[in-house]
């Protein structure tokens, strides 16, 4: 596993060990971080990477497109008479998808 600069890497391991030991709970198998093979969860990251790199001109433009879209409807508010640029409307409006900023989820 690559985790960059070797002067923080055992700090990086010993803090996210603890987390990932208190998410998985008590009863859990896993006691050593040396153990733990991260490699398929890295293979489909890049997977998902590649299949980014791959898009198509025309899909990124349709994707640029519906982007643009949703910046024109959601991106911009009116303050007190005043066209305002809104900070981040991405998060908040895709309710429609079924999420509802910060990440929480309404259905799947």
Known sequence: MHLG???????FIKNFFTDFKAILGKKHQ????KKCDFSPIK???????MVKK???DSER???KDIKNAAMFKFGYAMVDGHLEKVGN???????????????YVLYS
């Open 5 to 11: 600069d070797p002067k923080i890497a055992p700090t």
């Open 30 to 33: 896993i006691k050593d971080f």
């Open 43 to 49: 293979r489909h990251l890049d997977e998902q990477k």
């Open 54 to 56: 791959a898009v198509t």
């Open 61 to 63: 433009q349709r994707n």
């Open 89 to 103: 409307y991405n998060s908040e409006c895709l309710i429609k998808y079924g999420y509802v900023g910060k990440g």
